[in-house]
């Protein structure tokens, strides 16, 4: 494959250009922190992408020594960069149906989502359960709930979330419906957003998505469907049955 002396995202030739591991492929500046900052930030995005599917990921050294070669990179920027990538790292390396977060919703409310808990560096007692470094919440390492104390039942997990959504004011109970795939409850950000809805690993997505409340071990669902009729989404930008594209279902009085 020939070598290229352009950015692969904007085509353009600055006097620097980092090269991946490759050594065919670079980014000029700008690029190069774009592709980053979505790499960190969106798992699909991850590891960097290189020019061919057949090229090598590089390693947090070639990403150091890549940002390094930028003059216009300052350490600062060029530190925290490193620093969120090697922190999502393990999450993304792990495998989906093997992941544990933070089972409190009062600390995703803090923190804006819910922690991952690498079993490597969080797991307490036996190894049966995790506990956040944010909240100190214990989670079951099997059921991914609540850890319920020495007489744990995971069955006690998926009553918890029942009861937090039967909590939730009536105004607000119809953003939120469990996945018809894999029994996992998925709600809205706001009431604003789309009633497309995409169940992804697990957690609480729509178009805007926050993470979620787990109900079971499955988490690479994906099953896309609609939050007012709940059946599959076969439509494009509207549900294929007639359902609103955003806001609860409204009915006619009945005489």
Known sequence: METTEWCLICFDTPDVLAYMPCGRHCYCDNCFCSVLERAIAHEDDHPLPCGSTRCPHPSLQELQAMLTSFPTIQAGQRDDLLGRYAACLPEYNTPTLNRIYCSSQACMIVHGSTRFLDINTCSVGNGSRVRCPDCTTTTCVNCKGPWNGLNHTCILAARDAEDYIASFPEEEKWQWLKCGRCNTWVGKVDEGSCNHMSCRYGRLCSLSCRPCFK?????????????????????????????????????????
């Open 215 to 255: 109900l079971t071990t499955l988490h690479s669902c994906k099953y896309e469907f609609c939050l007012i009729c709940g059946r599959e989404w076969e439509g494009y930008v509207l549900c294929s049955h007639g359902c609103p594209k955003k806001g609860p279902a409204m009915y006619d009085d009945e005489d």
